[in-house]
């Protein structure tokens, strides 16, 4: 059964740090891996997408890689901004579950 | 336009009633999916049916039934609700396959049941 883990559970930096977040599964046997962005009471947005035979992805400030022999993926947003104030989630695509299964999240403060 | 859409937005009703919350997408996708978020805001996949084939998740309680009207919709219909059925539900799309194919969800369903 597939699990996914994220740490840290919660991050709290100034504004402009560039930061990692981090993300481990227990299956390496997978499709897919996306990264997701929840603010409070909302839905979720779709960050970046990385198919299991790729080694990274950017969209802009962010770059998800993932090391999927060592079950690994990191998030990195640098000059990080108030804006970026979120819950970030990991979720992985296979593994033998259909659907996606999804890390706990990060919530991510930066401070002004 | 919006991706993927859900009515209601908040659902509040009594223990032992039966209620639906809709689903669409406009974005062409061939799978949907319906997840649980729990009030320690971890996600849990429910349903993934794509017209030919209903996975199901085997925690899902059988008071929990997807039911499709067209490739565009996937309703789901919780019968009996229980005090424990309070939750957000995420309904979600994709293309089918067994590729890299992104999912995207809509905006949520907030049930609480009192």
């Known amino acids: 059964k597939q699990e996914v883990t994220q740490i840290p559970a919660a991050l709290s930096v100034p504004e402009g740090e560039n930061l990692v977040l981090n993300c481990s599964f227990t299956?390496?046997?997978?499709?897919?891996l996306q990264w997701f962005r929840q603010d409070p009471g909302k839905g979720l947005t779709s960050l970046l997408l990385?198919?299991?035979?790729?080694r990274e992805q950017t969209s802009g400030r962010l770059n998800a890689s993932l090391d999927k022999s060592s079950g690994r993926s990191t998030l990195y947003i640098a000059a990080s901004q108030p804006g970026d104030s979120a819950t970030y989630l990991c979720?992985?695509?296979?593994?033998?579950?259909?659907?996606?299964?999804f890390g706990k999240g990060t919530h991510l403060i930066i401070q002004p | 336009d919006t991706a993927v859409s859900q009515t209601p937005k908040y659902l509040v009703t009594q223990m032992g009633n039966d209620k639906s919350i809709k689903c669409e997408q406009n974005?062409?996708?061939?799978?949907m999916y319906w997840y649980k978020q729990d009030s320690k805001k971890f996600l849990k996949i429910m349903f993934s049916?794509?017209?030919?084939?209903?996975?199901i998740n085997e925690t899902v309680p059988n008071r929990f039934s997807p039911k499709s009207p067209d490739k565009a919709h996937l309703n789901l219909h919780i019968n009996s609700l229980e005090l424990g059925d309070s939750a957000v539900y995420f309904c979600?799309?994709?293309?089918?396959?067994?590729?890299?194919?992104?999912?995207?969800f809509g905006p949520g369903t907030r049930l609480t049941v009192l």
């Open positions: 979600a799309s994709s293309h089918a396959g067994t590729g890299g194919n992104e999912q995207f």
């Open positions: 299956d390496s046997a997978i499709y897919n």
């Open positions: 990385i198919q299991s035979s790729q």
């Open positions: 979720a992985v695509r296979g593994g033998g579950a259909d659907g996606l299964t």
């Open positions: 974005l062409g996708h061939d799978t």
């Open positions: 049916y794509n017209n030919k084939e209903l996975i």
